[in-house]
Nanobody, 119 residues
């Protein structure tokens, strides 16, 4: 069973940067990808970015392309989300998730980390 712990959120002014971390345990050789989602107050959770665990291929939501970068450290079983040029609309709780194998649905395990961007 995968266990995910997010950290690194906080309060930042618009235009600033934050780096989120997700420490994962329970990953296996079948783990396909890890990713980040976010949920703003009163809105549905939305995809932000993902990275395949083996090859490191990345994909991003259009709203964060060019501003956010997802990366991973396989040795530390950690995935990061570097967020630059933050906007107030990036304010949300950010969640880490895992695709435990190719074709699976996303598994969420953490409590999330709050990111608040002030204007």
């Amino acid at each position: 069973q995968v266990h995910l712990v997010e950290s690194g959120g906080g309060l930042v002014q618009a235009g600033g940067s934050l780096r989120l971390s997700c420490a994962a345990s329970g990953l296996t050789l079948s783990t396909y990808a890890l990713g980040w989602f976010r949920q703003a107050s009163g809105k549905e959770r939305e995809f932000v970015a993902r990275i395949t665990w083996s090859a490191g291929s990345t994909s991003y939501a259009d709203s964060v392309k060019g501003r956010f970068t997802i990366s991973r450290d396989n040795a530390q079983n950690t995935v990061y989300l570097q967020m630059n040029r933050l906007k107030p609309e990036d304010t949300a709780v950010y969640y880490c998730a895992a695709l435990l194998f190719y074709g699976s649905t996303w598994s969420y395990g953490g409590q999330g980390t709050q990111v608040t961007v002030s204007s």
